[in-house]
């Protein structure tokens, strides 16, 4: 069985992202390619992660089971 977890507050305006808690591990699923993704993950400093960036429209069950 696998578990998603999904923030239940969203923080938003100047300095959010410095002010906000991140988890150390992550599944972080995104468009943006790696390099820029890497940048964003050491300013939330979240240092265990797997990165998932081949994001498609309406993804197939297949598709699902490879990311977990």
Same mark, same amino acid.
């Given at each position: 069985?696998?578990?998603?977890?999904? !923030? +239940?507050?969203?923080?938003?305006?100047?300095?959010? *992202?410095?002010?906000?808690?991140? #988890?150390?591990?992550? *599944?972080?699923?995104?468009?943006? !390619? #790696?390099?820029?993704?890497?940048?964003? *993950?050491?300013?939330? +400093?979240?240092?265990?992660?797997?990165?998932?960036? +081949?994001?498609? !429209?309406? !993804?197939?069950?297949?598709?699902?089971?490879?990311?977990?």
């Amino acid at each position: 069985m696998h578990t998603v977890r999904i !923030p +239940k507050i969203i923080n938003f305006g100047k300095n959010a *992202l410095s002010e906000t808690q991140f #988890p150390k591990n992550a *599944l972080v699923v995104t468009t943006a !390619p #790696p390099e820029v993704s890497s940048k964003w *993950l050491a300013k939330m +400093k979240i240092t265990d992660y797997m990165l998932y960036d +081949k994001v498609e !429209p309406e !993804p197939s069950i297949e598709t699902v089971n490879k990311v977990m």
